[in-house]
């Protein structure tokens, strides 16, 4: 069984899932003291402008979906136009990038879980919190192997929960505002807050990942990731303004990677808001957890499907027709990198994760590309704005993030020319796919009729 369980997800759904991929509460509460320290009072300005790649990267996600809803996405739509070894390594690149995230998450719920049990001084045991990292990430595997039908329902109620709680968060915030201590930044960091903002929404593509789930395969997705991007830039601004108003640039600044612990002592409640804002942030890992889990076992799914992996990998359910054996792998595989990262260090671990925005730059900055080597054909007649225009934009301005993160030379950098090599020798000794491309399809695309 080959097939993924087609009309399952719809799009309201599918906005949720994209939402929850980002986990927007632990993303706000861990950046936002970075977004304020390097541009202050802005920091809302540069939340709104950081979603601005997203949503073009989107629409040239939108253009390859129209023409091939294809689960693998990235790694399908990279082979299409640029050949397989290509499109293997774009599809290496974010399975990479999904697995160095799902260790921080899985770190994060450890975490976050144990200081809500009040077992804060047994979470300091990196043993124990692995232990309880492992637990959780399979029970979330078990739910996403078995139905993407019971996953849908189960990140809507997440996803509604979560962006509840940051509504009550401003609202409390805006409530209680003194006239907080805001010294004004004469030398803001531009490019940086944009950056760091930019990374807050990524995870969108989990949309895309599910098209030949969805009711309506070549529109659904798209309609979503452009949805959750724009309803997250509002919740971001509005939790960064109110943060802002409440507690003031100066305290903001120092308050670490969790701004809602250190806002909690000044809100009504005390320690119960803070809490109620602990478990808000358990709940956006989790839920991102999730979703980490879905679009990275469907490119799994994808890849073993044309013959780059085990036939055992493109199996369905034959029952709830969900790539089960992919989703197990990929949760085990994202596991033994968490474990081995963690029994060295959690230093490396951190050091590890920091490599994803390297990761993430370099398969968006491929895929924008690859939409003009697919669509050149037909740009002369056909949507110059969007697959010429905006891909090279978009295409651009990740390929300088690559190189300038790249540039940097540090640990985090070596970490992502590891796993960019790694992919590059896999991708020269692989067979060739024993699917070709839809015939149909490259007919269409070279004819100009897309």
């Known amino acids: 069984m080959k097939s993924l369980r087609a009309d399952a997800v719809s799009t309201t759904q599918l906005v949720a899932i994209a939402i929850a ?18 541009a202050g009072l802005a920091a809302p300005w540069a ?14 996600f939108r253009e390859f979906n129209s023409v091939e809803p294809d689960c693998g996405t990235v790694f399908a739509w990279a082979s299409r136009a640029y050949g397989y070894r290509i499109g ?45 990292a492992m637990l959780v990430v399979g029970a979330l595997t078990v739910i996403a192997a078995r139905d993407i039908k019971l996953t849908a329902r189960v990140q809507v109620i997440l996803a509604t929960v979560e962006l ?51 009711r309506a395969p070549r529109q659904s997705p798209a309609i979503a990731a452009l949805g959750a991007n724009l309803a997250l830039a509002t919740v971001y601004v509005l ?90 792998f990929f949760a085990g595989l994202s596991m033994l990198v968490y474990v081995g990262l963690l029994s060295v260090s959690e230093e490396l671990l951190s050091t590890a994760v920091e490599a994803t925005a390297v990761l993430i730059a370099v398969y968006y900055a491929s895929t924008c590309f690859a939409a003009l080597m697919l669509f050149h054909r037909a740009l002369p007649r056909r949507r110059v704005i969007q697959r010429c225009v905006i891909p090279i934009l978009a295409g651009t301005f990740f390929l300088a993030v690559a190189l300038t993160a790249l540039a940097r030379l540090d640990v985090s950098a070596f970490v992502a020319v590891v796993i960019l090599s790694l992919g590059a020798v896999l991708a020269a000794v692989l067979p060739r796919p024993v699917t070709a491309p839809n015939r149909r399809v490259s007919a269409a695309i070279t004819t100009g009729r897309w």
């Open 21 to 38: 991929s980002t986990a927007p509460a632990y993303s706000i509460a861990a950046t936002l003291a970075l977004l304020v320290g390097a």
């Open 47 to 60: 939340l709104a402008a950081g979603v601005v790649p997203m949503l073009l990267v989107t629409l040239v």
């Open 88 to 132: 293997w390594i774009t599809g290496w690149v974010s399975l990479m990038a999904c697995i160095l995230v799902m260790s921080s998450l899985a770190q994060i719920a450890s975490a976050y879980a144990l200081g809500l049990l009040g077992l804060d001084n047994v979470g300091d045991d990196s043993f124990v919190r692995g232990i309880v």
């Open 164 to 214: 509840s709680a940051l509504l009550a968060f401003v609202g409390v915030a805006l409530a209680t505002a003194k006239d907080p201590a805001s010294t004004p930044h004469s030398d803001t960091d531009w490019l940086m807050a944009i950056l760091a903002a930019t990374f807050l929404y990524w995870g969108w593509d989990s949309a895309f990942s599910l098209n030949e789930e969805s």
């Open 239 to 328: 939790v960064a303004s109110a943060a802002i108003a409440n507690a003031g640039t100066d305290a903001l600044t120092v308050a670490g990677d969790d701004v809602f612990a250190a806002l909690a002592g000044d809100l009504p409640g005390g320690s119960y808001t803070a809490s109620v804002l602990s478990a808000i942030v358990l709940v956006s890992a989790l839920a991102s957890i999730q979703t980490t889990i879905i679009p990275s076992a469907r490119i799994i799914f994808s890849m073993a499907r044309s013959g780059l992996l085990p036939s055992r990998l493109a199996v369905a359910h034959p029952h709830h027709h969900s790539p089960y054996g992919a989703t197990i």
